[in-house]
């Protein structure tokens, strides 16, 4: 079960540090008239264009494939996203490099499946002989 947390945990620890505690300087103007400013990670990727922000979303619902797969009781979500996540990160690597340590989470969802559920009819008791 925490294997299917894990990815989404630690995409959402990433969306959380682009857009309230990273900055970047960005500055304009030249001579007298140079000014620099504190932004935020987000800001720049949102101000580069549709590529970065088409980045990042499919690397979100890409490390979301766990709990999908936990949902659907399927393995085949984990499994698209184990494929398909390398790739993302490669075609968007400036973007996306922070999710390549979301990668083996995403991996090890798919290779261990989706969690099991215990019918409600069985009891610890059944377990205890």
Do not use: K, N
């Not at 619902?61 to 399927?74: D, E, F, G, M, V």
């Not at 090890?108 to 002989?129: E, K, N, Q, Y």
Request: aromatic share 14%.
């Amino acid at each position: 079960m925490i294997l299917v947390g894990l990815a989404p945990l630690y995409s959402a620890a990433v969306i959380f540090y682009f857009v309230f505690d990273s900055s970047a300087s960005r500055c304009s103007g030249v001579g007298v008239a140079l000014r620099c400013g504190e932004v935020s990670y987000a800001a720049l990727i949102w101000s580069a264009g549709g590529w970065a922000v088409a980045g990042v979303a499919m690397a979100v619902i890409l490390t979301l494939a766990p709990i999908a797969s936990a949902w659907l009781q399927r393995s085949t979500p984990s499994v698209i996203a184990a494929f398909v996540l390398p790739l993302v990160l490669v075609t968007f690597f400036w973007f996306v490099a922070w999710w390549i340590a979301a990668w083996p989470a995403v991996l090890a969802a798919a290779i261990a499946g989706p969690p099991t559920r215990v019918p409600r009819d069985v009891v610890l008791s059944d377990f205890a002989h």
